[in-house]
């Protein structure tokens, strides 16, 4: 099958969105401020910890101070708010981030929304999440300094990125979690998108889909989004990451079909996965900016 599609190059977007935040922290650290994000993991998840270190490492690259706090897999809810609580208080941590999931013993709403909503570098505290949804448009969003979620926030980036006009286009998300679809649905709300939120129970998905000139497919399941649901010309933000028995990894969109018909299409990977690391630094220095005193 020709490819027609352009691709959006996620790897090459969030490096330039990195070099760009690295000068952001030169600047702040000439006036006094380092930023300063702290991660709290709780047992020793593998694939957790991969994710972690690659966190911290970007920090490093970027100039920015890094805090690793991990607590034991049995630690209780109690213990783990008392961790947050802690760096809550810490002047040197301006971004949280509570590596999900938490052991099940934990009380995971208890402790994200423990995080205060200055400190959360992840974007889903309720405060922020209802700040979010309130803000009339991007532009109030940002001059507000509202942490957005860092995945959705680098789907919009992704999206943006192809040059197209956003107001008054149709935009489909497929899926409604939490982390992604409800946020991501509220950022392309703000753009002046007009905005349907899909899902598993929708009735003739297909036909949603087609009618999206722009669709972000976040549904967790291998190819779902075949390439005749896709609208000719349409942008395609593929954040699914599913992995075969052989190891081999597919988003939630038949790539191949959907790129004879998209305009522009994320590849999985190398496509919103590496914004993601980049829009946590970005709402890091945005949280630590607030704290800069001029020399």
Not at 164 to 178: E, F, P, Q
Request: overall charge positive; aromatic content about 2%.
């Amino acid at each position: 099958m020709t490819m027609t599609a352009q691709i959006i190059d996620g790897k090459k977007i969030a490096a330039e969105t990195r070099a760009a935040i690295k000068t952001d922290v030169e600047t702040l650290k000439k006036k006094g401020v380092q930023p300063g994000l702290a991660t709290l993991l709780v047992g020793e998840d593998p694939a957790s910890k991969i994710y972690v270190a690659s966190k911290h490492k970007a920090c490093q690259e970027a100039g920015m101070n890094s805090f690793n706090h991990t607590l034991p897999k049995d630690a209780s809810t109690e213990t783990v708010l008392a961790k947050v609580r802690e760096l809550n208080a810490d002047p040197k941590v301006h971004g949280m981030l509570i590596q999900l999931p938490l052991p099940p013993q934990v009380d995971s709403e208890r402790v994200l929304e423990a995080v205060t909503p200055a400190k959360d570098a992840d974007g889903f505290h309720p405060t922020n999440l209802g700040r979010l949804i309130s803000a009339k448009d991007m532009a109030e969003i940002y001059a507000r300094n509202i942490p957005i979620p860092c995945t959705p926030l680098g789907c919009l980036l992704l999206v943006e990125s192809t040059g197209l006009r956003l107001a008054g286009k149709n935009a489909v998300v497929v899926g409604r979690s939490l982390i992604v679809g409800k946020p991501a649905a509220a950022l392309l709300l703000a753009s002046h998108c007009t905005v349907t939120i899909a899902h598993s129970r929708t009735q003739n998905l297909d036909a949603v889909c087609r009618e999206a000139d722009i669709l972000v497919a976040a549904v967790g399941k291998a190819k779902m989004i075949e390439g005749s649901w896709i609208k000719e010309g349409a942008v395609v933000i593929d954040v699914g990451i599913n992995r075969s028995p052989e190891g081999k990894i597919f988003g939630d969109v038949d790539f191949d079909a959907a790129s004879a018909r998209a305009g522009w299409i994320t590849p999985v990977p190398g496509g919103v996965g590496p914004m993601t690391i980049a829009m946590l630094l970005k709402n890091t220095v945005a949280l630590a900016r607030k704290h800069a005193r001029p020399v």
